[in-house]
């Protein structure tokens, strides 16, 4: 499996063409070449932010937003994915509307001619469930059995799911995994680095390694110290998860 960052991590960071350079110079200095592009600021081009990422020697293999973002601006999201030379435009979200047996019918066929659009493209379509949709996941996967699934397992913990059970359900479908970890307190959840937290990971590690997902993403868009430090913690928890499980 690589390893790399999700950039949405990064996100208060990314509202100019500045920050994305500063942002990524950091990437790579982590010696992270692998990444998920998500969550840049539109002000910055497909263009400069494709410059950036050759600049600093990293390779997007996805770029990810919110179902209903890419559906009213595909063009972008298409553009942003060819131009950093992504195989997944990833969708997220299943959005209230879509929350009823007509709905996820409804749902299911926009995915699939979005599928039919990205296959002219040279591009896939995969998809990131959130925590409320977890649900909902075995009915569109069964109806939709193309249908490549970007996990996000700390949306999958939190739902109450067993997340090396899912990830050995969906073997071969999996093209990329998310590692995010929180704290639950009195206060409310914080979000740590993958590994610091309450999520149990038992196991999970050594189940995306013999299910041979290819891609695995560290993941904290908050963070109560240096962002960096958070993300170098958490990739280097994944490493040493990786290690064992081998």
Same mark, same amino acid.
């Given at each position: ?8 991590? %990064? ?7 500045? /920050? ?9 200095? %982590? ?48 553009? @942003?994915? &060819? ?19 007509? /709905? ?19 591009? &896939? ?34 739902? /109450? ?5 899912? %990830? ?14 929180? &704290?639950? @307190? ?44 958070? @993300? /170098? ?14």
């Amino acid at each position: 499996m690589k390893t790399g960052i999700q950039v949405s991590s %990064l996100k208060p960071l990314l509202t100019d063409a500045a /920050g994305v350079d500063a942002v990524f110079e950091k990437i790579a200095q %982590l010696g992270v070449t692998t990444v998920q592009h998500q969550w840049i600021d539109r002000g910055v081009s497909p263009e400069t932010v494709a410059a950036l990422t050759e600049k600093w020697g990293l390779r997007s293999v996805s770029v990810q937003d919110f179902f209903t973002a890419v559906r009213d601006d595909w063009g972008y999201y298409t553009e @942003l994915n &060819r131009l950093t030379g992504g195989t997944w435009l990833c969708v997220s979200r299943i959005q209230a509307e879509y929350r009823t047996p007509e /709905g996820l019918e409804r749902y299911a066929l926009e995915l699939t001619k979005m599928q039919q659009k990205l296959e002219k493209l040279g591009q &896939r379509l995969c998809f990131h469930p959130v925590r409320d949709d977890v649900p909902l996941i075995y009915w569109l996967t069964e109806r939709l059995p193309w249908l490549e699934l970007c996990l996000d397992l700390y949306h999958l913990a939190r739902a /109450g799911e067993d997340m090396a059970a899912w %990830l050995r359900r969906y073997a071969g479908r999996v093209c990329m995994v998310h590692f995010k970890d929180s &704290r639950i @307190l009195p206060t409310g959840e914080q979000l740590v680095p993958a590994g610091r937290g309450d999520i149990d990971w038992t196991g999970v590690v050594r189940a995306c390694v013999e299910t041979k997902v290819p891609y695995g993403f560290v993941e904290q868009e908050r963070w109560d110290r240096d962002p960096w430090d958070c @993300l /170098g913690e958490a990739l280097d928890w994944l490493h040493r998860e990786m290690e064992e499980a081998v």
